[in-house]
């Protein structure tokens, strides 16, 4: 059974290498760049695990948006929020809006794939998750 990942990130080296790391026969990733791409692959399928940046083309609220929709639409999933730009009041609402995790950019990918291995996703550092 592959788990179907999300990841959300206006930066495109940032994106495929998220993509890279999650690119692995038990998974299936979508990496789109912008809010309405995510809200439209929301509102396709349920996702596992969602990966999203907090501001979303330059607007400091749209990856809250991306929380708010995926709560509604994939409420089991593990949600990693990550920013640049961290204050207490994002990271609240973050967490307020469903995030499982707030990650500071640069985020370590090993940090990233221990937390998806923890929730049963498979990546390239981490290819036999726990069950």
Same mark, same amino acid.
């Given at each position: 059974m592959t788990r179907p990942i999300l990841i959300i990130e206006d930066e495109q080296s940032i994106r495929d290498s998220l993509? %890279? $790391?999650? %690119?692995v026969a038990a998974t299936s990733v979508t990496a789109v760049a912008t809010l309405e791409e995510a809200q439209a692959a929301l509102a396709?399928?349920?996702? %596992?695990? +969602?990966i999203s940046d907090i501001r979303l083309g330059g607007k400091r609220d749209g @990856?809250?948006?991306?929380?708010? /929709?995926? @709560?509604l639409l994939s409420p089991e999933a593990t949600v990693i929020a990550l920013t640049a730009?961290?204050?207490e009041e994002v990271r609240l609402a973050t967490l307020r809006l469903g995030?499982?995790?707030? $990650? !500071?950019?640069?985020? %370590? $990918? !090993?940090?990233i794939?221990? +937390? /998806? *291995?923890?929730? @049963?996703? *498979?990546?390239? +550092?981490h290819p036999e998750p726990a069950p």
């Open positions: 993509t %890279d $790391l999650f %690119d396709r399928r349920p996702f %596992d695990l +969602i @990856g809250l948006q991306v929380m708010a /929709a995926s @709560g730009f961290p204050d995030a499982t995790y707030f $990650l !500071e950019k640069p985020a %370590d $990918l !090993e940090v794939a221990g +937390i /998806a *291995a923890k929730h @049963g996703v *498979a990546s390239s +550092i």
